[in-house]
């Protein structure tokens, strides 16, 4: 189970071509500088979650690689299909569960769309919810089905724009089993935003913190999962990442920062 | 006509040894009714004035027999039905192009606006000097009583639809047509089904302004011609016929909100 969750780039010689390739990026609103020489690469099949306090740009990177919106300068190539998660489901009220799903794909019969959506339901544990309407769904639910609508087209890159953290916490455990399996399974790319430290540490194979409009830090976790959040080598890369995000508690203090949470930084 | 047309009763449970309030409700109309019917009977109402219930149910059994008052009823119908055709896709029409882009906005929404204002009705010695004397002129007035509540409530029902559907439609890949099908006219629905609610009333009332003038056929000219020849029962049963059919309309459009609106109980 363990070996199965972990990333598959670890296997890939390093010359595949990135999943993700950006660079120089920069997106202003006014004088507001949002975006600002960001350099990101993601590989194929690799989690990365990006964490940043709020308002340091992460839905703005997310919409600019996901194509609804287009940067000032600076580049943002994706190999494959990207497709996007938020955090508020979006399930179009108007349409039942299934018909919601199968819009995420633009190929096939009306007949092929509907079976593939129904399939990724089963994925997502929603068999029985396929011909119902979306406000009859729990928050957890809309957010399984939202989840399948991103799949639904075997994307190269998924991004995940805070998709947990309207969840309650015993439901956004069992979405993060979830998204590990469907990972694993679909072996996309996977962009998570979160500004839940934990649940970075908890799924990534890489978290980046977004700061000042470009990437300050990037911590590599290359530990199995499923991974314990008391697990000594966690408790170190949370007081390093609490510490890049610039939160000092006594509870982030009291945590040793050791030498390996120093190695990690690069 | 009311101006704000309800989307959805509220039913209060009936309380238990309470008298039944439709029972209630139904005493002060039987009872003026009564009273009606006693002052004609007793000469104190005139016949030539107003005839009494009785009478008027006897017109329209007459009506009914000798086949006038269908015919009636399918020209004043049909009038309804192409004056609202009409007005309908022009309303709706216009909605949706100033609803979808600022341009069309700019150049749809303030004529729109300024012709809103004035009273429709004022219109008809102009559409006879345009239209003459036939069916032209009243489906023309129909259609512009029609088309502006039409045309408001759509308008505000597409400006009406949450960004973020729209987002997330893009985000998917769907096309300009495609977010028109899926996400903008689906949620600008509700508003225009108010507005369809508010424009066949208008289309009533118009088609009794309008079958005062110049008419050979239908309900109206059943009514005038009965009026001029002192038959007050016929013209009262005219009239009931105008409130059946607004009724009936209404229903109709009711049972179409219960099922394109689902949605919104699942
Ligand atoms: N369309 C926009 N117009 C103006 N300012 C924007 C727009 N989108 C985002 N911003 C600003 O950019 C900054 C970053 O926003 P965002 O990317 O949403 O942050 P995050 O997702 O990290 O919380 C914020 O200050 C926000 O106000
Ligand atoms: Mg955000």
């Known amino acids: 189970m363990a070996t199965r969750l972990n990333a598959p780039h670890a296997l890939r010689p390093p010359t595949v071509p990135p999943t993700v390739q950006v660079r120089g990026l920069r997106r202003a609103f006014g004088d507001t500088v949002v975006l600002d020489d960001l350099d990101l690469d993601v590989a194929p099949g690799e989690l990365v979650a990006l964490l940043g306090r709020s308002g340091s740009g992460k839905s703005t990177l997310l919409r600019l690689l996901a194509g609804l919106d287009a940067p000032d300068a600076g580049t943002a190539e994706v190999d494959g299909v990207t497709s996007v998660a938020f955090q508020e489901p979006r399930l179009l009220p108007w349409r039942r569960v299934a018909q919601n799903v199968a819009l995420g794909l633009r190929t096939g019969s009306r007949r092929e769309r509907d079976e593939r959506a129904r399939q990724l339901l089963g994925e997502v544990g929603l068999t029985e919810k396929a011909d119902v309407w979306p406000v009859t769904l729990s928050g957890g639910q809309a957010q399984r089905a939202s989840l399948a609508r991103a799949l639904v087209s075997e994307p190269g890159l998924l991004l995940l724009d805070e998709p947990f953290s309207a969840l309650d916490a015993l439901t956004r455990i069992e979405m993060h089993d979830l998204l590990l399996r469907v990972w694993a399974r679909h072996r996309a790319s996977v962009l998570l935003v979160t500004h839940d430290v934990d649940e970075a540490l908890l799924l990534a194979d890489r978290v980046i913190v977004l700061d000042q409009g470009s990437v300050a830090h990037s911590l590599r976790l290359d530990l199995p999962r499923p991974r314990a959040l008391h697990d000594p080598r966690l408790v170190a890369h949370r007081a390093t990442l609490l510490d890049q995000l610039g939160v000092r508690t006594a509870h982030a203090a009291a945590s040793p920062t050791t030498d390996t949470a120093q190695e990690a930084v690069s | ?266």
């Open chain 2, 1 to 266: 006509m009311s101006l704000t047309a309800p989307l959805a009763r509220t039913r209060r449970p009936r309380r238990p040894g309470q008298p039944r309030r439709a029972w209630r409700r139904a005493i002060s109309p039987l009872a003026l009714l009564a009273v009606w019917q006693l002052a004609s009977s007793t000469g104190v109402l005139p016949r030539e004035k107003l005839d009494s219930p009785l009478n008027v149910l006897d017109s329209l059994v007459g009506l009914w027999t000798d086949g006038r008052l269908l015919d009636a009823i399918q020209v004043s119908v049909t009038r309804v039905l192409v004056g609202f055709a009409l007005g309908a896709v022009v309303g709706v029409g216009l909605a949706v192009v100033a609803g979808l882009s600022r341009i069309g906005e700019d150049v749809v929404d303030a004529p729109m606006q300024m012709l809103r204002t004035l009273p429709h009705f004022g219109l008809l010695p102009l559409f006879i000097l345009w239209f003459g004397i036939d069916e032209a002129p009243k489906y023309a007035l129909i259609a512009l009583g029609v088309a502006f509540p039409l045309y408001v409530n759509t308008f505000a029902g597409i400006r009406g639809v949450d960004p973020k559907y729209l987002d997330a439609a893009r985000a998917f890949g769907l096309g300009w047509t495609e977010r028109l099908r899926h996400v903008v006219l689906p949620g600008a629905l509700p508003s225009t089904l108010v507005g369809l609610r508010l424009s066949l009333g208008v289309a009533w009332l118009t088609l009794i302004v309008a079958e005062q003038i110049n008419t050979t056929a239908g309900i109206g000219y059943l009514v005038s011609d009965a009026a001029g020849f002192g038959r007050t029962g016929e013209v009262v049963a005219g009239l009931l016929i105008y409130s059946v059919l607004g009724l009936l309309t209404d229903a109709l459009v009711r049972i179409l909100e219960r099922k394109a609106l689902a949605w919104r109980l699942g």
